[in-house]
């Protein structure tokens, strides 16, 4: 894992979907025994322009990222979340944003087709680049079947 002078990092992408939850839980589990910190990252992208028209409203988009990513760790973790999971809001696609937090991490954890509130920060296609791409290992994490938290 990591260098004896660091401490260990493990990324989580995170978009709200139950199968990025789910990551946050797993990723906290990994990290106790490890005592590794555990950086949660959200990203969020403006809309994409067509033709020279601006489209009204946008402002809320990293406002909106930003509220997902509390609610996320709060299903994770409830009101007292650990002290050493980190939170991290990016501007960016997550694909890029994601492979690219990887090169300093030691373990990157997404969630598998998470369709969550803020639609297309971690779809399939972005778990998929991840496991082809990152620098580092990747686990991906399934929406428990019964729902519960395990």
Request: proline letters at 5%.
């Amino acid at each position: 894992m990591a260098a004896d002078n660091q401490a260990t990092r493990i990324v989580v992408g995170v978009d709200g979907s139950e199968a990025s939850v789910e990551a946050l839980r797993q990723a906290q589990r990994l990290a106790e025994p490890l005592h590794a910190e555990v950086e949660a990252m959200a990203c969020w992208e403006y809309p994409q322009m067509y033709d020279g028209y601006v489209m009204v409203g946008i402002e809320g988009f990293e406002e909106r990222a930003r509220q997902i990513l509390e609610e996320s760790i709060a299903k994770a973790f409830g009101p007292a979340k650990p002290p050493h999971v980190k939170t991290r809001l990016v501007q960016g696609a997550a694909r890029s944003t994601l492979i690219e937090a990887s090169k300093g991490a030691d373990l990157l954890v997404v969630g598998r087709r998470g369709h969550g509130g803020f639609g297309g920060l971690l779809l399939g296609s972005v778990s998929s680049a991840c496991v082809a791409h990152a620098r580092c290992p990747v686990l991906v994490v399934h929406t428990p079947v019964d729902g519960s938290k395990h």
